[in-house]
Structures are given as structure tokens and as C-alpha cells.
């Protein structure tokens, strides 16, 4: 038996097909098949125990209490919510640069990594890319076990990062 439309669910249907210009049951072409690895991967993400996380922006909210001496960590909640399986902070890096203490080779030992700048520049090294700028609206992955470092930044730069999963190990590659 058919389910009765609701009046949401008519109007959920009604803008999916505004902005796809299709009706809702339509499939998307360009999605990939699923492969039994990516659905061992969502089986596994899906066991975890979720909720939802909301972050307000307060200044007092940014710690030193991060990986780095030199940087501010406002946490978004997303390590507590996701239980373990991601990480998403606001990083403020502390005016002025100092070459010396942030130009470290290293890598994080992680699945995956995200950089958005919100604010400011960045100027990085990345593996197999070579040194790179990064201003207001830039964004990048790291993939696993990448060589990177920091070079020089903005005193207003701003950052949101995301990692997976949210405990990791970062080593460093020399003085």
C-alpha cells in the first residue's frame, strides 16, 4: 500500500524537482556504483554512536591546548559527536610567524585531512606540490602520511580543519 503523500513530503518533492528538474525517485547518473569495500567502510562509520553538534562562535572558546605552541584550537564538538570519528577545529595561528618554530617537515597519520582558510594567508610546503599560498576561500586534502610544513602565515589567519579520525599521531621529521 501506497504511503499517503504528506503536505512536507509533497513540498520536499516539489523543490527537489525546481532545483534537479527531475522527480525525486529519479536516480543520479552520475553516481558510482557501490562497491563492497565502500560499503564496509559505511558499515563501520554507520556503527558509531552520532549526535548532532552545534558551535557558536566565541572568542573565549579559542585554547592553546592544541598540537601546536603557536596556534589557537577553537573545537567544534565534532570528536565528541561523531564519537571518535572525525575532528573539526577553528586554528588561529599566534602573530607574528616565527620561521624558526613553525617551519617543521612532519606528517599526520591519519585517513583524511581538510584545510579551509577562513581568514588571512598561509604559505605551506606540501609534498610533491612544492610551496603553495593559501588566501581567504582557499582550501585543500592532505592525503595519509603526507610530508608538509608550515612557511609563513598572515597575524589574522584563520583556519578550519577537518580530520578523520579525530585521535591521530603527527610526527616530526627532524630539528
Same mark, same amino acid.
Given at each position: 500500500m501506497?504511503?499517503?503523500p504528506t503536505a512536507t513530503r509533497t513540498a520536499l518533492s516539489a523543490v527537489r524537482k525546481k532545483w534537479t528538474g527531475r522527480k525525486s525517485s529519479a536516480r543520479s547518473s552520475s553516481r558510482k556504483p557501490v562497491t563492497a569495500k565502500a560499503n564496509d567502510v559505511a558499515a563501520k562509520q554507520s556503527s558509531r554512536k552520532q549526535r548532532v553538534a552545534i558551535s557558536h562562535h566565541r572568542d573565549e572558546d579559542f585554547k592553546a591546548d592544541g598540537l601546536r605552541a603557536y596556534a589557537m584550537y577553537r573545537d567544534l564538538g565534532i570528536t565528541e559527536a561523531t564519537? *571518535?570519528?572525525a575532528r573539526a577545529h577553528v586554528i588561529r595561528l599566534l602573530p607574528p610567524c616565527n620561521p624558526e618554530e613553525v617551519a617543521k617537515l612532519h606528517y599526520h597519520d591519519v585517513e583524511f585531512q581538510m584545510v579551509y582558510v577562513l581568514k588571512g594567508w598561509v604559505r605551506s610546503y606540501l609534498q610533491g #606540490? *612544492?610551496?603553495t599560498l593559501m588566501t581567504q576561500g582557499s582550501a585543500w586534502t592532505q592525503p595519509p602520511n603526507i610530508r608538509h610544513m608550515i612557511l609563513d602565515y598572515s597575524d589574522? #589567519?584563520?583556519l578550519l580543519e577537518v580530520i578523520l579520525p579525530a585521535d591521530f599521531k603527527t610526527v616530526e621529521l627532524g630539528p
Open positions: 501506497a504511503k499517503k564519537d *571518535g570519528l #606540490v *612544492g610551496e589574522d #589567519v584563520e
